[in-house]
């Protein structure tokens, strides 16, 4: 019981925590990362989900294990029980000391302590000093004299779970909403191969294809993309060199109007996919200089 009360213990902080930085990150985004935050590309749902599983077994195990040591006294002193709260509190405190020392580091190094650091190491600091606190109190008993409180703790931890698990719903959004979005981002990356098949048509032919069925290449291997959700890629020609694609989206883009999302990366940078809910077309012109004609040999 105790093994499994640490591993659970361990692996909910470890998900709180996670859970904690990828709201920071969210609410104050790292200028050197590059690209907007997205929370829908990160671990947020696994940290969530975790949280959900293990803090109600851990509990459960905890108000289990308490009670069997008020009707037997003897089990306070079980090697395991001992061991297991000795190496929690170890690791509590080296955790606030490590935490302590990178804080003075980054301030000696003259670095840019911004809010979100800050915040960071907060957050570590009053995790690690909560647990810290919380199994000092274990070893000298408190909770067995005291297990009104210990109830209270109890419930205060689900509760401080519960609303970071909430705060996660109205960041992430719920199920339905992330498959929308999921459907979006299916739509781009269709999109995209799309354009790169006309880009290579023109290259070969010197001209822009009458309508999508004429980029059907069995020696290429290329398959007109479909949209998963049932609905159809628009096409059209507006110039000799120049067309627009269409696509009906579910949600605007979650990124920032001057920044493409990593996973797109292969598309140059001035082409931007930002898009509203509905159908949105993508304007596109080919320049001969960045994709010359292919050179026929005679």
Request: with cysteine; proline share 6%; hydrophobic share 45%.
């Amino acid at each position: 019981m105790w093994a499994g009360a640490m591993l659970t213990l361990y692996g909910g902080v470890v998900a709180f925590i996670t859970l904690l930085f990828s709201y920071i990150d969210h609410i104050f985004p790292n200028p050197l990362r590059g690209y907007s935050y997205d929370p829908y590309q990160s671990g947020m749902s696994y940290e969530m989900a975790a949280l959900i599983v293990l803090t109600p077994v851990f509990l459960g195990l905890m108000r289990f294990i308490r009670s069997d040591i008020m009707r037997d006294p003897s089990r306070r002193e079980v090697w395991v029980r001992r061991w297991a709260l000795f190496l929690t509190v170890f690791v509590a405190g080296a955790t606030m000391v490590i935490d302590l020392i990178v804080l003075l580091t980054s301030f000696l190094r003259g670095e840019d302590i911004t809010a979100g650091f800050l915040l960071k190491v907060l957050v570590v600091f009053l995790v690690a000093g909560a647990g810290f606190l919380h199994f000092v109190a274990d070893l000298r008993g408190y909770w067995e004299r005291q297990p009104n409180r210990a109830r209270a703790v109890n419930y205060g931890v689900g509760v401080l779970v519960l609303v970071a698990i909430v705060a996660g719903f109205f960041i992430v959004g719920t199920p339905q909403q992330q498959r929308l979005y999921r459907f979006d981002s299916q739509k781009i990356m269709d999109l995209q191969q799309i354009q790169s098949q006309i880009v290579y048509f023109w290259q070969q032919k010197q001209k822009l294809p009458a309508a999508l069925t004429d980029l059907q290449d069995p020696l290429s291997y290329f398959t007109l993309p479909r949209d998963p959700q049932g609905g159809e890629y628009k096409y059209r020609a507006t110039g000799a060199r120049s067309f627009e694609l269409c696509a009906t989206f579910n949600k605007e883009s979650l990124l920032s109007p001057d920044k493409v999302q990593p996973m797109y990366s292969e598309i140059p940078a001035p082409e931007k996919w930002q898009h509203s809910a509905g159908e949105v077309c993508f304007e596109r012109t080919i320049d001969p200089d960045l994709y010359p004609p292919a050179v026929k040999v005679r």
